[in-house]
């Protein structure tokens, strides 16, 4: 078209690098509104306009670092910039889930909008609704503590439940060990010893009964003494 052939023709015409940019930018042609911009930003390092819409370029584009580290560095060059406050607490908001720093950077617009800052404008918006967020977000953080506190104390007690029945079967190890060594010990004792004096072997004669003489033979029976014999 005719701002493309103003390019080529003196690459210098930034204007025209600009409407091409912009161009680029309403069709969501990032990649391209980007190209633009870098090459202005080469001619003109300095040019802060082109470097905030390299931000958003960079954004479309969904290269998210790159775009904040933008529009921070626009900040230290301008710190009473207002518009890169603004990109930034959006970026952060809606694509980096930094909640707290979104709400910094819009209240820090607010700020330095004061009084001219249209009441419509979606920072008064954003700055609700990331209320909303950083309260969801502390409340997912309770709930999440929460539940590793539960799962930790359902570990300790599974723990010390494990620990009980390890006890326990040790101990039952421990008896079971015990009485098979008493069996063990019982089987092996040796017969109880003879009586003193007596073969070993042989039972005791009952006390008071007269062992049988060799031979067989029954012992002779006293002699009864005579009637009237002295």
Known sequence: ????????????????????????????????????????????????????????????????????????????????????????????????????????ELKAFVKAKGSSLNARHPAQAMLSQVDQLIKQEEENKRQLEQLKKQEEEQAKQLAEEEARLKVEEEKQKAEEARKAAEAEKAGQQPPPAPAEGQPAGQPGAPAGEAKPAPGGEEPAAPATPAPGAS
């Open 1 to 104: 078209g005719t701002f493309q052939r103003a390019v080529e023709l003196d690459g210098s015409q930034l204007k025209a690098r600009f409407q091409l940019a912009a161009a680029a930018m309403a069709s969501r042609d990032f990649a391209g509104a980007a190209e633009q911009y870098e090459e202005i930003i080469r001619r003109d390092a300095n040019n802060v306009a082109a470097q905030y819409n390299l931000g958003l370029a960079y954004q479309g584009q969904g290269r998210f670092a790159q775009a904040r580290d933008i529009w921070l560095n626009i900040l230290k060059q301008q710190p009473d910039a207002a518009e890169p406050h603004y990109a930034l607490g959006d970026l952060y908001m809606r694509h980096m889930n930094q909640y707290a720093d979104a709400k910094t």
